[in-house]
């Protein structure tokens, strides 16, 4: 009877299970959105004080918002680099650094140079040739083959040491004081001056970018909008959401300088659809003769689902990122997403407030349309629609391959010193005349000097090996370290651990430089098996290089995962969103294989990234164009649809695409920072492919697919589920009757199962 009575439980449980009625759902759904929009429109002054209050809160917010121009900060925990650094940080402090040439000098001069240099504030040494060699003892005098490396041909180079780190305003200040000193004879390379350099020009340039944006995106809405007014709505509203997004960076402390300034115009175009959908939604509702209050009720109703849908795939694609070991992707990932979210609170807030407010003002600086209506690119993009995929076909297995093929680079020189800024103009004049110098330091365990000594002198030993400073090779022999001043002592050894200063004559990120550290990498080994440690640029390089490369699939893998889920959902179906993918994963494909084609290096930073804002800012495209084609299909043929739907999406497709295109274009040609400008322009002809696909491949899909995605499998799915479930609930009556039958049969009495004897 234990048995019977555990069987009669289960089938309760599954009686009780019932088949959801999805009618039912979907009015508690919509009665949902209208409660929601007569609450927004009772409430529009508090809202309107809310974020009035948060836009105040942010202007004062951000002002106080860290922005980190140092690539190294964002390696894991447990890169050996990483821990290098902070080991390195502990003991000694990690000084900034940078590197010198004096031109149409005389050595009597560059001393007086160098030692003025060495007397600014922040400054705390200058290493030259006058360490080694008596500079007053006339040049007749000296051996050029000694100083050859510091001095020749009238130029002078020299390499400097700060007080304070790369980033410090100590620092950047005695750049400053440095350069007013060697005036028009100066040239200034190194980690310290790259930092600068790249602060003073990302926030001179994204002050231009974002005003050339905004001028661009007005001129667009402009043309695509029905009134004068309506741009400085959109305008407004996006601002307001970008202000609350800047200001609460404060709450993550510390943003990457590429985040803090692209986040802005990509927010921008990526969201400017929400207000698009919102607007025209209510201008339906006022066309057919609904009051103001009742047309923005309606418009709500009506286009919080599109928004809804629309804004979670580009938050999906965005949070992808955040789950990047180089964690400049969680740090990207976290404020782009934030922003779409701040986009679509503010759509769906404050913007039906002012949209009532601009009413009358659109009403009276209406304008005729200055679109087309895409009747003729409708029809030919029917005709040709099995050429271009057949093209397609062809082109995409080659740019598969090429974009896989691609050139790197990932360090910070690929960032702060890339070719057109003014660093990098100056360190082609000292390599012309002294060639490469790449600063690494080694750090290990003081325990023995003649440990010490016999691996400086096997370091210094290697052919590309330019100079090496360390206490046992400064020491003169059998001198007691007590003997030199602290200043010197303090920067080369602690209680604890010896700093060893390695002068390599490679780029501090190639291949030969890698190979060159993983040398000096091995001895260090051989001579301090444990507690050593070799940092500088070429090694964070190659831990950001090995860390950001396995990033890839992962982030790509996840964007698409989620985005499929996003539109699977949305559209209850399994065969759509792999449709809805195709053409956007063949733009990001082209996108990438171009670079390759063309002989291009790309920052890999750039080129990880892009990926997943390609994929979540265009997807919204081909979720349109399908969505029309689904309605279409309800009272139209194959072809009328495609043809209708094409046209009914094409104003959004190019508002939404020539957005983003010019946004992506202006970061790139303004932009003189390698890894902000190759990102924008990846973005722009991204979105240039992406509105090209889904306007000319996607409809061929649609059509192809016709009948799979006009019978829905996703009802198919739900009713072989009903059906199962109703035959397990046959099964376990039968069982039960069986059982309750013999139990009968050993005396006992008949029994009740659900109102019948069994």
Known sequence: MRSLAMGQRLLDKLKKRKEPDSGQDQG??????????????????????????????????????NVNYDLTEYLPASAESRIGLDKMEEEFGYPGTARIMLKDVTLYEAKQYKDRLEAVDGVDQVLWCDSTVNIYSGEDFI?????????????????????????????????????????????????????????????SEMSLILTVAIIMIFVVLCVTTTAW???????????????????????????????????????????????????????????????????????????INSILASSMTTVVGFLALVFMNFTIGFDMGLVLAKGIVFSLLTVLFLMPAMILKFAK??????????????????????????????????????????????????????VGASEGTQVYADDQMIVEKFGRSNMMLALFPNTSPVTEKEMSDQIEDLPYVKSVTSMANTLPAGIPEEFLPYS??????????????????????SDQAFKCADEIQSIIQTYYPQGSYLVGETPSTQDIKSTITDDYNRVNNLSMLGVFLVVMFSFRSFIIPVIVMIPIEIAIFLNMAIP????????????????????????????????????????????????????????????SGTIIILAGYIIHFISTTAAIGDLGHLIGRGALFS??????????LL???????????????????????????????????????NGNAAGNEPMEVNGDEV
């Open 703 to 741: 059509v192809l697919c016709d009948r799979i995605i006009t019978s829905n499998e996703w009802d198919r799915l739900q009713k072989f589920l009903k059906k199962r479930h109703d035959r397990r609930v046959e099964l376990l009556k039968k069982g039960l009757k069986k059982m309750a039958g």
């Open 361 to 414: 003002w659109n009403e009276r600086t209406k304008h005729r349309p200055f679109l087309p209506e895409f009747n003729k690119l409708s029809s030919w993009v029917y005709r040709v629609r099995y050429i271009i995929p057949t093209i397609m076909l062809l082109i995409t297995p080659v740019a598969y391959v090429a974009q896989g093929m691609n050139d790197f680079l990932y360090g910070n020189s690929a």
């Open 143 to 203: 051996n050029q083959k000694d100083i050859e490396d510091y001095y020749k041909d009238g130029c002078a180079v020299m390499d400097v040491t700060f007080v304070e780190g790369d980033t410090a305003k100590s620092t950047s200040k005695a750049i400053d004081e440095m350069k007013q000193i060697t005036g028009d004879k100066g040239y200034y390379v190194g980690m310290a001056v790259q930092n600068k350099s790249l602060t003073e020009n990302v926030e």
């Open 596 to 655: 390759y084609l063309e002989g291009d290096t790309m920052v890999f930073m750039g080129y990880i990234i892009v990926s997943s804002i390609q994929l979540g800012a265009t997807v919204d495209y081909s979720i349109l164009l399908t969505n029309n084609y689904v309605s279409c299909r309800k009272s139209m043929g194959k072809k009328d649809a495609c043809i209708s739907a094409i046209k009914l999406s094409c104003p959004s497709v190019f508002t």
């Open 229 to 303: 007014t309506q741009p400085i709505l959109f305008l407004l509203v996006m601002g307001v959401a970008i202000l609350l997004n800047r200001g609460t960076n404060i709450f993550i402390g510390t943003v990457s300088f590429l985040t803090n300034n692209v986040a802005m115009v990509l927010q921008l175009a990526t969201s400017m659809d929400y207000s698009i959908f919102l607007l025209d939604s209510f201008t339906r509702g006022k066309g057919e003769g609904l009051d103001d209050e009742e047309a923005m009720v309606n418009a709500i109703d009506e286009a």
């Open 28 to 65: 508690e759904k919509e009665r949902g959105s209208i409660r929601l929009a007569h609450f927004i429109i009772r409430r529009k002054g508090v809202i309107e004080s809310i974020f009035a209050a948060g836009c105040i809160f942010s202007l004062l917010a951000m002002l106080f918002v």
């Open 488 to 509: 010197i002592t303090s920067q080369l050894h602690t209680k604890n651990y010896s700093r060893m200063l390695i002068y390599i004559r490679t780029k501090t990120e």
């Open 691 to 700: 509105v090209f696909l889904v306007l000319t491949v996607l409809p061929a």
